[in-house]
């Protein structure tokens, strides 16, 4: 099992910036993709940004490019998320996931998942 730890959520004006962490702890030895997802208020959950286990692969959901950064630290088991530019549309709750089938970034489908943190951007 891995559990996984969100934190650095809160309020931010638009066109300000937050930088989100998640951290693992248990069966940490694996080499999982991670990723971050959103869920807003009456919307489904969203594939916001994933990275491989080494990191040289990415993927960006199109409405956060150029805006957000994800990132990793393989020896401390973290994996960051840096949101600038934030919009009140990226209001939602953020959560870190891990774990997907075969590795493939784009996917809903993350085996771990954290509880999620809270960003709220008002205009």
């Known amino acids: 099992q891995v559990q996984l730890v969100e934190s650095g959520g809160g309020l931010v004006q638009a066109g300000g910036s937050l930088r989100l962490s998640c951290t693992a702890s248990g069966r940490t030895s694996g080499t999982y993709a991670m990723a971050w997802l959103r869920q807003a208020p009456g919307k489904e959950r969203d594939l916001v940004a994933a990275?491989?286990?080494?990191?040289?692969?990415?993927h960006y959901e199109d409405s956060v490019k150029g805006r957000f950064t994800i990132s990793r630290d393989n020896a401390r088991n973290t994996v960051y998320l840096q949101m600038n530019y934030l919009k009140p549309e990226d209001t939602a709750v953020y959560y870190c996931?891990?774990?997907?089938?075969?590795?493939?970034?784009?996917?809903?489908?993350?085996?771990?998942w954290g509880q999620g943190t809270q960003v709220t951007v008002s205009s």
């Open positions: 996931a891990a774990d997907p089938p075969l590795q493939r970034l784009r996917t809903l489908a993350y085996h771990y």
């Open positions: 990275i491989s286990w080494g990191g040289l692969a990415t």
